[in-house]
């Protein structure tokens, strides 16, 4: 049910969409210089920028309405896969980044030409390509379940109106208005979250205190769960040891995050910003947890069940029914900003995956003008094919689990290969090409079984035990790396270059 945003908040939100997009068309430069500049900001960002960015691109829409959906429906079990964030930014300032800034690299694949030759430099970037492309289409729709509750757009309408706005100060400011526009959108959204939570207290009998209590004899502020089961999505063992191999693979492996990483001064600021945005992390899906904890508090004292079709809209519905005037404005635009943030960024980096990538790799003698207009385009036709998987990804679920196991049936290959031009010398192209293939083709079938459909071989079930979508990325790494191994060892192809 839609109930319109009344005149303040309307004009709130709207001024958010023209400001925003003012700020970001700033950092245009006529004449522009190279596309170096374009995509990496000529590596003069600071350090605590790209912190703030690597957290507004990690967040999104996605987390800010789906997070407490499951607070709501759950427990605070979610914080075990922040851990597991923590411990796989560490392990990628110690393996990854010393090797990304050995040269003058654009894009995180490049690496893996050097490694290992062109075939599967090519092929890596083509799955980051595909990846990214489907992840973003579902993450974008959640812009519409915002959109539409609060303004009463039709999906589609909300979906245009925000890859427009979105598209053109990325298409005019490249990586630079990227990063600086992420760093305003996230202050916002934090904001935005810590006044919603102090609204959700204003509307719970005994505010803050009553939250706690009865949200802990509920249990909703339970965080360790010590399971050995591969099915439950939040336990201990799948946040450490899956988080981690999933934040190992989403910014060390993925040109969405290592691109802001390499926007960055030295190694050193890198580290720094990696490490630091995991700590904003922490503090950050606390919050949402809270907000989803405190939802639950409210409704219970209502002694009724929020009127919605998923989990995830019910945050969005309370902000526009609940919250005083100006507050649901303020909320909608902080939303808002999360999603233009995370657009911006899957712009970007898909469009430097397709041009260096792909178009360089076959065309050496190009001028830099042709190359930052032949980017800008590329930044134009991504636009143009999210826009469309946006449309037609619309349904039903948590879209932030949706989203996230999309994503880990390919990350788990990708890190895979990584390990092995990273940690072995005996790995060759061939070899990592077969693993890579059975680490890919093994995730999607267990994603597959997860989804209730089931492969089917000489006309019999490939029937496989269910696994939460947190240990995809381990598992498709670590068959990956050692069907990969192995079979280089028997391999009569040489490896192209040493370790990276």
Request: charged share 10%; net charge positive.
């Amino acid at each position: 049910m839609h109930i319109p945003l009344r005149t303040v908040d309307l004009i709130l939100v709207v001024l958010y969409l023209i400001g925003i997009t003012w700020f970001g068309l700033r950092f245009r430069k006529d004449g522009e210089r190279s596309i170096k500049s374009y995509f990496l900001a000529d590596r003069n960002i600071p350090w605590w920028a790209i912190s703030l960015s690597i957290v507004a691109a990690e967040t999104s829409t996605l987390t800010i309405i789906s997070v407490p959906g499951i607070a709501f429906t759950g427990d605070f079990g979610f914080l075990q896969l922040v851990m597991g964030y923590l411990l796989g930014r560490i392990v990628i300032c110690v393996l990854f980044l010393p090797r990304y800034f050995r040269g003058e690299l654009m894009t995180a694949y490049q690496l893996i030409g050097q490694r290992f030759g062109t075939r599967l430099h090519r092929l890596t970037a083509l799955l980051f390509l595909v990846m990214r492309a489907a992840a973003e289409g579902v993450r974008v729709f959640a812009v519409a379940i915002v959109v539409g509750v609060a303004l009463g757009t039709g999906d589609i309408a909300s979906i245009v109106i925000l890859s427009l706005l979105t598209l053109l100060y990325t298409f005019e400011g490249g990586m630079k208005a990227v990063i600086w526009t992420d760093v305003l959108q996230m202050l916002l959204y934090v904001v935005g979250t810590v006044v919603s939570l102090w609204s959700i207290c204003g509307h719970i009998s005994g505010g803050a205190h009553t939250l706690l209590s009865v949200a802990s004899s509920a249990g909703k502020l339970t965080v360790f769960h010590f399971s050995l089961s591969v099915a439950q999505t939040y336990t201990f063992w799948a946040g450490v040891v899956g988080g981690c191999f999933l934040t190992m693979a989403s910014h060390g492996t993925d040109q969405l995050m290592v691109q802001r990483l390499l926007a960055a001064k030295n190694l050193r600021e890198s580290r720094m910003a990696l490490l630091s945005s995991g700590v904003v992390i922490l503090v950050q899906f606390t919050l949402f947890l809270f907000i989803g904890a405190g939802l639950f508090v409210y409704y219970r004292q209502l002694g009724v069940a929020p009127h919605v079709a998923s989990a995830d809209r019910i945050f969005p519905q309370f902000i526009v029914q609940q919250m005083p005037v100006g507050i649901s404005g303020l909320m909608i635009a902080a939303i808002l900003a999360a999603a233009m943030s995370n657009l911006s960024a899957a712009l970007n980096s898909l469009a430097s995956t397709s041009m260096v990538d792909f178009y360089l790799l076959r065309r050496t003698n190009v001028s830099e003008a042709a190359k930052t207009r032949l980017s800008r385009l590329m930044t134009l036709g991504w636009a143009a094919i999210l826009l469309a998987l946006a449309i037609v990804s619309r349904g039903s679920g948590h879209v932030l689990e949706i989203g996230l196991s999309i994503a880990s049936v390919l990350w788990g290959g990708m890190l895979g290969v990584f390990l092995l031009g990273t940690l072995t010398e005996r790995a060759n192209e061939k070899g990592t090409m077969i693993g890579l293939l059975a680490g890919c083709v093994l995730n999607l079938l267990l994603w597959r079984q997860s989804s209730e459909i089931h492969a089917s071989v000489l006309g019999h079930d490939l029937v496989f035990p269910k696994v939460a979508w947190t240990w995809y990325v381990a598992i498709g790494a670590v068959v990956t790396f050692g069907i990969g191994y192995m079979t280089s060892l028997f391999s009569k192809y040489e490896r192209v270059g040493s370790a990276m």
